[in-house]
């Protein structure tokens, strides 16, 4: 069974700082996709970045770029987003999401494999 736990969420006031940890297990995504999405209340949920596992190429959403990094370890099949530069409209459940293949990154629909979420709030 393939479970995607993500961690790391909290609540931060703006300029600050958090990083996301997403730990995949059940099956290795090394030759897959892993990305990031969130939802803030009332809206949809939307791509934040990508990185693929073999090769690490990443992708980001503009509203996130200089500000967003995303990584993986492929040993400890985990993804991780470093958040800088934190602003009150980043706040958003965010959700780890996963695939074996080589997906369309930006698009949720692509992914077979989906955390619980975590909660960042970013105070004014």
């Known amino acids: 069974q393939v479970q995607l736990v993500e961690s790391g969420g909290g609540l931060v006031q703006a300029g600050g700082s958090l990083r996301l940890s997403c730990a995949a297990s059940?099956?290795?995504?090394?030759?897959?996709?892993m990305a990031w999405f969130r939802q803030a209340p009332g809206k949809e949920r939307v791509f934040v970045a990508a990185?693929?596992?073999?090769?690490?190429?990443?992708y980001y959403a503009d509203s996130v770029k200089g500000r967003f990094t995303i990584s993986g370890d492929n040993a400890k099949n985990t993804v991780y987003l470093q958040m800088n530069s934190l602003k009150p409209e980043d706040t958003a459940v965010f959700y780890c999401?996963?695939?074996?293949?080589?997906?369309?990154?930006?698009?949720?629909?692509?992914?077979?494999?989906w955390g619980q979420g975590t909660q960042v709030t970013v105070s004014s």
């Open positions: 990185i693929r596992g073999s090769g690490g190429s990443t």
């Open positions: 999401a996963a695939d074996p293949g080589w997906v369309t990154a930006t698009l949720g629909s692509q992914y077979d494999y």
């Open positions: 059940g099956r290795t995504f090394s030759t897959g996709t």
